[in-house]
């Protein structure tokens, strides 16, 4: 199962953001894609952050009690980012996954260029295809 490759599993199309962005679009862009977190991104497609759901939900509860604009995006991002690299084995990603609270993962190259994302679902399904053709073969 090492040779299970991120790449071969990730999300190419992931939604991202970017730190300039006002919550209420970002928000749209998370009820329209059905997505539970993306990552922030610059001009030049660098990592800068991620945002969450559970971040805007936060914020909007803030802001409906005091009855004030909802900030922007680089004010509730995570600026800390567990992150992968496309090469890293989806074996240890699910180890990490077990161990750190992130669901999702911004996949970047060694330059920090976002590539995608890869999620907890992925991850499951990449364990579970491997076993059922493993199981497969051995019949």
């Given at each position: 199962m090492?040779?299970?490759?991120?790449?071969?599993?990730?999300?190419?199309?992931p939604?991202t953001f970017?730190p300039?962005?006002?919550?209420?679009?970002?928000?749209?862009?998370?009820?329209?894609?059905?997505?539970?977190?993306?990552?922030v991104?610059?001009d030049?497609?660098k990592?800068?952050g991620f945002?969450?759901?559970?971040?805007?939900?936060?914020?909007?509860?803030?802001?409906?009690?005091?009855?004030?604009?909802?900030?922007?995006?680089a004010?509730?991002?995570?600026?800390?980012?567990l992150?992968?690299?496309?090469?890293?084995?989806?074996?240890?990603?699910?180890?990490?996954?077990?161990?750190?609270?992130?669901?999702?993962?911004?996949?970047?190259?060694?330059?920090?260029?976002?590539?995608?994302?890869?999620?907890?679902?992925?991850?499951?399904m990449?364990?579970d295809?491997?076993?059922?053709?493993?199981?497969?073969?051995?019949?």
């Amino acid at each position: 199962m090492e040779s299970l490759q991120v790449k071969d599993y990730m999300n190419h199309y992931p939604v991202t953001f970017t730190p300039d962005m006002v919550i209420e679009e970002a928000s749209l862009r998370f009820l329209k894609t059905k997505q539970i977190g993306g990552p922030v991104v610059n001009d030049k497609n660098k990592l800068v952050g991620f945002l969450s759901e559970s971040d805007i939900m936060r914020k909007m509860i803030e802001s409906s009690y005091y009855s004030e604009h909802i900030s922007d995006v680089a004010q509730l991002m995570s600026s800390d980012v567990l992150a992968v690299k496309p090469y890293d084995s989806v074996l240890d990603l699910a180890e990490k996954m077990l161990c750190n609270k992130p669901k999702v993962y911004p996949v970047i190259d060694d330059d920090d260029h976002l590539l995608g994302t890869i999620c907890r679902n992925d991850v499951l399904m990449a364990m579970d295809k491997h076993l059922r053709t493993k199981f497969q073969a051995s019949k």
